[in-house]
């Protein structure tokens, strides 16, 4: 699973003089930001352990006619990020995010801290897992997590070391995670991410295909455009294809009969 430069990052992480922890925002839609922090954090819910947030908008080249805040703070809430104000915000946005509980901290206090890496993201966890060997894909060892119940908007079910086996719905809005392959036996309407830890060989099976988005080993496809029509409410097998360096989703119907 590679890091993108800082520069091309959607969200970067920064200490702040008071304690919170500054998200300078170069994207604002919660799709783009998701697969960003997916791949910084390593699907890891509670990497920041309810820490607060001030949001910066000072890195978006353009300041967007309107932004998802329920979506937006729904998703770094995820990560156990606790977004409590913002700052470089557009006026126009000013209301918005008011409504959505935040304070405007333009002019206050909050500076950056000095003494913190410039660029990388979440250092205090970044330094401390160091001595670890390099990343390699994670062995299937867990074995196989079942959830027989619907999975609800903005509900998550992470299977850690294993594959993930969904006996009902995933709802837009909810989140899938195995570090080996999904199986969902009902709409698959949220978003699933098989092979979390870098597994290229996971797989993505469901019965009734109709997912926000859909990764594996980082390799990921949004249908903001609709799902395909061959796959739309049908049976689909999602895998990638092609030589290692160049991998690429392959979405084909699956025949149960």
Same mark, same amino acid.
């Given at each position: 699973?590679?890091?993108?430069?800082?520069?091309?990052?959607?969200?970067?992480?920064? $200490?702040?003089?008071?304690?919170?922890?500054?998200?300078?925002?170069?994207?604002?839609?919660?799709?783009?930001?998701?697969?960003?922090?997916?791949?910084m954090? /390593?699907?890891?819910?509670? &990497? &920041?352990?309810?820490?607060?947030?001030?949001?910066? &908008?000072?890195?978006? +080249?353009?300041?967007?006619?309107?932004?998802?805040?329920?979506?937006?703070?729904?998703?770094?809430?995820?990560?156990?990020?606790?977004?409590?104000?913002?700052? $470089?915000?557009?006026?126009?946005?000013?209301?918005?995010?008011?409504?959505?509980?935040?304070?405007?901290?333009?002019?206050?206090?909050?500076?950056d801290?000095?003494?913190?890496?410039?660029?990388?993201p +979440?250092?205090?966890?970044?330094?401390?897992?160091a001595p670890?060997?390099?990343? *390699?894909?994670?062995?299937i060892? *867990?074995?196989?997590?079942?959830?027989?119940?619907?999975?609800?908007s903005?509900?998550?079910?992470? +299977?850690?070391?294993?594959?993930?086996?969904?006996?009902?719905?995933?709802? $837009?809005?909810?989140?899938?995670?195995?570090?080996?392959?999904?199986?969902?036996?009902?709409?698959?309407?949220?978003?699933?991410?098989? /092979?979390?830890?870098?597994?290229?060989? +996971?797989?993505?099976?469901?019965? $009734? &295909?109709?997912?926000?988005?859909?990764?594996?080993? /980082?390799?990921?496809?949004?249908?903001?455009?609709?799902?395909?029509?061959?796959?739309?409410?049908?049976? *689909?097998?999602?895998?990638?294809?092609?030589?290692?360096?160049?991998?690429?989703?392959?979405?084909?119907?699956?025949?149960?009969?």
């Open positions: 699973m590679t890091t993108a430069p800082s520069a091309s990052r959607a969200i970067e992480f920064r $200490n702040a003089a008071l304690g919170a922890t500054i998200a300078v925002l170069r994207e604002t839609e919660p799709a783009a930001l998701a697969d960003d922090l997916h791949k954090l /390593g699907g890891m819910p509670d &990497f &920041f352990s309810g820490e607060a947030a001030v949001l910066d &908008f000072a890195g978006l +080249a353009n300041q967007p006619a309107r932004v998802d805040w329920a979506g937006l703070l729904s998703l770094l809430r995820r990560y156990q990020l606790q977004p409590v104000g913002v700052r $470089n915000l557009s006026p126009d946005l000013a209301d918005g995010a008011r409504r959505a509980g935040l304070a405007l901290l333009d002019g206050a206090e909050l500076r801290r000095q003494s913190a890496p410039p660029a990388a +979440a250092p205090k966890r970044a330094e401390a897992p670890a060997p390099a990343p *390699a894909p994670a062995p060892s *867990a074995g196989t997590m079942f959830i027989d119940r619907p999975l609800r903005g509900q998550q079910i992470y +299977a850690r070391g294993g594959d993930l086996v969904v006996l009902a719905g995933v709802s $837009n809005g909810a989140e899938v995670i195995a570090d080996g392959s999904i199986h969902c036996y009902g709409p698959l309407r949220g978003r699933a991410l098989a /092979g979390a830890q870098g597994d290229s060989a +996971a797989r993505i099976i469901a019965t $009734n &295909f109709g997912p926000e988005l859909v990764s594996i080993a /980082g390799v990921y496809r949004t249908f903001e455009k609709g799902i395909p029509e061959q796959l739309a409410g049908r049976a *689909a097998l999602v895998r990638l294809s092609g030589p290692a360096n160049e991998h690429k989703l392959d979405l084909q119907p699956l025949q149960l009969d």
